[in-house]
Each structure stands twice: as structure tokens, then as C-alpha cells.
């Protein structure tokens, strides 16, 4: 079974936005998607609605992972485009990724889980979207347990992983197409959502994908591309 079709894909935009340079990202934000989902059988995209408040401009997906028909984490991710900027960002753009799994009792003890987590994050960006600057973000251990009619339900731990960042230096159109970003950024954008993905593979114990291309980039996920997250027994797969 496909990822998900292409027409539930689409991701929730501002379609009244007028702006052409929003319009581009929004595009490479697909063309990421796409790559994605010819790729991996494994985790499905669908669109999100962005929070207005963030930004001007959003654009957001959602995403799921599975093993063995069922589910195994979930994330989000979303691109802000701001024509002035914001304090912080290097550009006018910023990408925001959430990403949670549950994870073995050990696996949530263990102390370097921060920042192996994180490295999941950054190893993806460096492969896929190597431009990415000002990254900032958090690794969360969740401990859930029952209380009261839900006493006898068994103590359950997740990883959060929340990070944002901006793709490449700029938001600026090319000099040839005025209605395009410039390749690289288009590229960053695209690349984004392949980094999530594989953030959010390695997380839910996901095994490596095959060759991703992203405009003139074509990568090849690192050896042993699953993380060591043990898979919960969530919702089965539709």
C-alpha cells in the first residue's frame, strides 16, 4: 500500500495568498512530500492546517508512521514565511517539526537519549537540507500512567522531539524566474520534509528508505537508517 495518494497530499494553504515567492515554497514543499511518499510505504502524509498566528504565511503536514500495519509515531511540520522576518530568523522563512514515538522504558531512561535524539534530527538535515541555520529545539521523555478507572493501565514513555529552523539564508526569488525561489532554497524546502521524515523513521525504529530526490539532489539514507525507538501497538493502518 502507497504511502498516500497525491491528492491527499495536498497541504493546507493560504490560497489567497497572492504571493509569489509563498506560492514557490509551497511547491517545494510538495515536491518534498512527493519524494517522500514515492519512497516510503511506511509513513503517510496528509495535510495539516497551519496556525494563522505565527506567521503571514503557513503551510503544514502531518505525518504517520507504521510497522507492520500499525502505528508507530506521528509528526508535523510546518513552513512560515514571513516577507519581513522575524527576530532570530536568518531569513523570511522558518520551519517548525514535531515529531513523537513511543519508546521502551530503557530507551526513555537512558541519558544520552537528548542527544542521540537530536543527532537524528541534525544527521537528516546535513544529508538533505545542508543549508539549514539558527536550529533550535527540545527532546522530551514522556511518562504516561493511569490513575483512577485507568489504574490498571500499564505505564507507557515517549520521545518529543520539537525543533525549528531556517532553511538556507534567505527568501529571496530567483533572478531568472520571478515568481520562483531560487533553486537552493527550493531545494532546502524540499529537503526539509525528507529530513523530518526520516527524524520521525528513526525515532519510530523505521528501517532505512531507498534513493530521495529532491530537485538536483539525490541522497541516499545512512546505513542502518532505523532508530532504536521500540514500536507501540497503536491504531492499525486504514
Known amino acids: 500500500m502507497a504511502a498516500a495518494g497525491r491528492d491527499d497530499l495536498a497541504p493546507a494553504r493560504d490560497s489567497s495568498s497572492g504571493d509569489p515567492v509563498f506560492d514557490a515554497a509551497v511547491a ?122 485507568k489504574s490498571d493501565d500499564p505505564p507507557a514513555t515517549a520521545f518529543e522531539l520539537r525543533a525549528s529552523w531556517c532553511p538556507a539564508d534567505g527568501g529571496e526569488l530567483s533572478d531568472e524566474l520571478s515568481d520562483e525561489l531560487s533553486d537552493e532554497l527550493s531545494d532546502e524546502i524540499g529537503g526539509a520534509v525528507v529530513a523530518w521524515c526520516e527524524l520521525l523513521a528513526s525515532a519510530a525504529g523505521l528501517p532505512a528508505a531507498g534513493t530521495l530526490a529532491i530537485g538536483s539532489r539525490a541522497s541516499h539514507p545512512q546505513a542502518g537508517g532505523g532508530g532504536r525507538g521500540a514500536l507501540s501497538s497503536g491504531r492499525r493502518r486504514r
Open 28 to 149: 517545494a514543499l510538495a515536491a518534498g512530500r512527493d519524494a517522500v511518499a514515492s519512497a516510503r510505504d511506511d509513513i503517510e502524509l496528509e495535510a495539516w492546517p497551519a496556525p494563522k498566528r505565527l506567521a503571514p504565511h503557513a503551510v503544514a503536514l502531518a505525518a504517520t508512521a507504521f510497522r507492520d500495519g500499525e502505528e508507530a509515531g506521528e509528526g508535523k511540520l510546518m513552513l512560515l514565511y514571513d516577507p519581513a522576518g522575524h527576530d532570530g530568523w536568518t531569513g523570511t522563512f522558518r520551519i517548525v517539526a514535531q515529531v513523537h514515538a513511543d519508546v521502551e522504558e530503557e530507551m526513555a531512561a537512558d541519558p544520552l537519549l537528548g542527544e542521540v535524539g537530536w543527532s537524528w534530527l541534525t544527521d537528516a538535515l546535513d544529508l538533505h537540507a545542508p543549508g539549514y541555520a539558527a536550529p533550535s529545539g527540545t527532546v522530551t521523555r514522556v511518562i504516561t500512567e493511569g490513575y483512577g478507572a
